[in-house]
Structure formats: structure tokens, C-alpha cells
């Protein structure tokens, strides 16, 4: 959108919780604030993402301030990148050239309803990653068979996945999550209904590590899902990106 303001400047944000975090204004500031990777920038340059979203404006830096957070915020509006820039930003390097961290298992998991979702994330996680070595894995029949090897599973940075598929791994004892330090649930009006709300609860379950940051994202969030939401976050932010003009 060359040439018409920045896309934040659309959107209403309110944002509830404790110290909650200074929103930002550019990727700059962000970078500034909170020592985004130089390739990370050059990422969002190249794929030209040139002004954060509302959702980016006041999610990345809760997340990046290790928050748990429940947001709420319109369809198009980037929801996917204000996740994931913060996770990449935590996760710091890439394990396969990180000592410190090798051998210890997957770091970050993405849940999304469907397939054809997950899909897309998983091609918005590949943008940002341009340029340096992340293991990023699209949970599938096939990936889940590569991954019954400890030594394969020990090298992922991000598993996107849809629950069912990842839960049948946990249950058949091929997957651990212990050393998970992020949990996405991304269109959480969904991952929290009748559907898959036992799925979600046995992966949260299986996600033993002790400074585990989990965040929900959705367009809409009834108040059921939402009681449900933050039953599973700790002293959580909750953010709302309402459209100006309705
Ligand atoms: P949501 O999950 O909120 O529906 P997405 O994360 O799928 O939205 O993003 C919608 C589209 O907007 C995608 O094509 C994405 O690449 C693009 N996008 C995200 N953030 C920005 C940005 N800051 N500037 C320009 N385009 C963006
Ligand atoms: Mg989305």
C-alpha cells in the first residue's frame, strides 16, 4: 500500500493487563527496543512489510517481554507476523547452530485448525527465516515419521501443526514437548470449542517446560472460549484491534 498511511493508523487498540508493555510505531523501534536479529529486519524489508499492524504495534512487544497474551483482532490484519517475529526474536539463533540449546527438543509450536492454515503460516514462518538455518516443520504424516527420531526432533526450531496430528504423536510416545517455551493458538475461537478443546488441553498438558509463554489469537472470541483462554495463561494482556470505521 505505497503511498496511503500506516496501516496502524486504521485500527483502535486497546490493550488490559498488568504493566502492559509500550506499544510501538515502526519495526525500527521494535528493533531498538528489543534487539530483533539484523536478518529478521532485512526479512520484513524484503517482503515488504514497511509499517507494523495495530496487532503488531502492541503484540510484539508483549510477547517479546515474555507475556502471555489473548488477542483479538480482525481477519488481514497480521496476526501471523505479530507471533512470530517475537518467537524468532526469543528463540534468538537457530538450533542448528546454537550449542547451548542443541539436543534439547522442539522450542515453539504453532497450532492452527486446519491444514490449508497451518499451511499458510508455515509460508509466513519461511519469509521471516530467509537467510539463516531455522528448522521450521509443517506437521504432517510425513514429518511426523521423521521425527520419531530423537535426533531429528532435537534440531526443530517451530512445528506448525493442527492438534490431532500432533496429539497422536505425543500418544504414540514418538514426540516430546518438554523443552517447548512457546505455545501459538492461532484462530482460537476454534481451537478452544467443542472440537478440539481435548486435544488442546493434553498438547498445553505435554508442554512441561517451566517458562512456557502461551498466546491465543483470533479474529473473534466468544466469552466461553475466552474463560477458557485465560484459564490457560498466566496473568495474561488482552488485547482488542477494533476496525475505526465500525
Ligand atoms: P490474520 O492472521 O490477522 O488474518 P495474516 O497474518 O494472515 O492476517 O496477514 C494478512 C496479510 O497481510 C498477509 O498477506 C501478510 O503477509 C500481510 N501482512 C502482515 N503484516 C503486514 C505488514 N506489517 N505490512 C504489510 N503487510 C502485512
Ligand atoms: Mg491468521
Known amino acids: 500500500e ?12 486497546t490493550a488490559k493487563g498488568k504493566n502492559v508493555p509500550e506499544r510501538i510505531d515502526t519495526f525500527k523501534e521494535l528493533q531498538d527496543r528489543y534487539h ?16 507494523p499492524t495495530g496487532i503488531q504495534s502492541s503484540g510484539c512487544p508483549i510477547l517479546l517481554e515474555s507475556r502471555d497474551l489473548a488477542a483479538i483482532s480482525p481477519t488481514g490484519t497480521g496476526k501471523t507476523l505479530s507471533y512470530l517475529l517475537p518467537i524468532m526474536t526469543l528463540l534468538k539463533t537457530p538450533i542448528s547452530s546454537s550449542k547451548a540449546d542443541a539436543g534439547a527438543g522442539i522450542r515453539a509450536i504453532v497450532l492452527a485448525p486446519t491444514r490449508e492454515l497451518a499451511h499458510q503460516i508455515y509460508n509466513e514462518c519461511l519469509k521471516l527465516a530467509q537467510g539463516r538455518k531455522w528448522r521450521i516443520v509443517l506437521f504432517s504424516k510425513a514429518t511426523a515419521a521423521t521425527l520419531v527420531d530423537k535426533g531429528v526432533q532435537d534440531k526443530v526450531d517451530i512445528v506448525i501443526s493442527t ?3 500432533l496429539v497422536s504423536s505425543i500418544q504414540s510416545g514418538h514426540l516430546s514437548l518438554h523443552n517447548v517455551q512457546h505455545l501459538i493458538l ?16 493434553e498438547i498445553l498438558a505435554a508442554c512441561t517446560h517451566e517458562r512456557l509463554q502461551t498466546a491465543v489469537f483470533s479474529a473473534t472470541l ?15 494482556i488482552r488485547v482488542v484491534v477494533g476496525l475505526k470505521d465500525t
Do not use: C, K, W
Request: hydrophobic share 40%; charged share 30%.
Open 222 to 236: 466468544p466469552a466461553g472460549a475466552e474463560r477458557i483462554a485465560l484459564d490457560m495463561l498466566r496473568d495474561p
Open 36 to 51: 530483533i536479529a539484523s536478518q529478521l529486519m532485512v526479512n520484513l524489508e524484503r517482503n515488504g512489510y514497511r509499517y
Open 163 to 165: 492438534p490431532l496430528r
Open 2 to 13: 505505497r503511498g496511503t498511511a500506516p496501516p496502524m493508523t486504521r485500527h483502535r487498540v
Open 186 to 201: 492461532d484462530e482460537a475461537d476454534r481451537m478452544l470449542d467443542q472440537e478440539f478443546i481435548a486435544q488442546v488441553q
